[in-house]
């Protein structure tokens, strides 16, 4: 059971639009920032967006963070077929102390 | 190029230990802060541990009491040192920098460990 909640899977036609969530509390999101990491399959993670709505350099002005109170919301635009991977938000956890990913949300472009 | 390498992975019994290294290059590596994470198999990331510049340290429960992060930082290294290892603990293990504290980049490509008898 991860301390952020992600839904399981999310689906769409290559060209739509996805948005995954990712929903915790006030002692994550609430008052932390939110970074997403792609998995490709068989690779290891690889940072998407950072301080909740920054892309790193290299990476595609079609995904886009934002947060707002205790929850968070990757979107991708203009989905390719290589965009199909695992995805994960994560922060930290000021009264656990300890850092939270969500369980993960699995990509399908259809 | 800022880069990642971890090794020491493999097959150990329950019970047993084992210690994993990370090889860092690209970047000054006494300023950051280090975390390790692990996934097992067709599962979601867990954080591990992390260690701070001034070698301050933090566990989750599964794990705090049992592994051990350090850092070398004459030889750009950080290590997790895993003891009692449990079946739970199989997974792929990958050391990752905290950029800020607030976000992991890069990741190292993994290295798995397995805990069977």
């Known amino acids: 059971q991860s301390v952020l909640t992600q839904p399981p899977s999310v689906s769409a036609a290559p060209g739509q639009k996805v948005t995954i969530s990712c929903s915790g509390s006030?002692?994550?999101?609430?008052?932390?920032?939110v970074s997403w990491y792609q998995q490709l399959p068989g690779t290891a993670p690889k940072l998407l967006i950072y301080e909740n709505n920054k892309r790193p350099s290299g990476i595609p002005d079609r995904f886009s963070g934002s947060k707002s109170g205790t929850s968070a919301t990757l979107g991708i635009t203009g989905l390719q077929t290589g965009d199909e991977a695992d995805y994960y938000c994560?922060?930290?956890?000021?009264?656990?102390?300890?850092?939270?990913f969500g369980g993960g949300t699995k990509l399908t472009v259809l | 190029e800022v880069q990642l390498v971890e090794s020491g992975g493999g097959l150990v019994q329950p019970g047993g230990s084992l210690r994993l290294s990370c090889a860092a290059s690209?970047?000054?590596?006494?300023?950051?802060?280090m975390h390790w994470v692990r996934q097992a198999t067709g599962k979601g990331l867990e954080w591990v541990s992390a260690?701070?510049?001034?070698?301050?340290?933090y566990y989750p429960g599964s794990v705090k009491g049992r592994f051990t992060i350090s850092r070398e930082n004459a030889k750009n290294s950080l290590y997790l040192q895993m003891n009692s290892l449990r079946a739970g603990d199989t997974a792929v293990y990958y050391c990752a920098r905290a950029v800020n504290g607030d976000w992991f980049d890069p990741w190292g490509q993994g290295t798995l460990v397995t805990v069977s008898s």
């Open positions: 006030s002692s994550n999101i609430g008052n932390n920032y």
């Open positions: 690209g970047f000054t590596f006494s300023s950051y802060d």
């Open positions: 260690i701070g510049t001034a070698g301050d340290t």
């Open positions: 994560g922060t930290w956890d000021s009264s656990l102390s300890v850092w939270v």
